[in-house]
């Protein structure tokens, strides 16, 4: 299996359990892994049989227009989009926050078959 990987998309959005939190958009780095096979597209070279990733990529920024408190949420939205929207049926996806003062950033990756 191939794998299209879209790494660190960034994405401004309301995320968070507090008031405080959820008052301004906060920014999360999403990276996509797509598991699929290239080799119609390899051959062809026709957009049309590929994973439009600058779409996958614009569907995941659309996401961040939707209030959340939880990253759990979030990154099981970005998953589950991808598998009823694109063909494959694997995808792991990864969110990062920026959240804690004394940590680089919080991340959740989770893998879908």
Request: net charge negative.
């Amino acid at each position: 299996m191939d794998t299209i990987l879209i790494q660190e998309l960034r994405v401004l959005t309301h995320i968070g359990i507090t008031e405080e939190e959820q008052a301004e958009k906060q920014e999360l780095k999403v990276s996509v892994w797509i598991r699929t096979d290239i080799r119609a597209i390899a051959q062809s070279d026709d957009i049309n049989d590929a994973i439009d990733y600058a779409e996958v990529a614009l569907k995941i920024q659309e996401l961040g227009k939707t209030k959340r408190k939880t990253l759990e949420r979030f990154v099981e939205d970005c998953a589950q989009m991808i598998l009823d929207t694109f063909s494959t049926k694997d995808v792991s996806v990864s969110v990062d926050k920026f959240a804690l003062p004394d940590a680089e950033r919080v991340a959740i990756t989770i893998n879908r078959p």
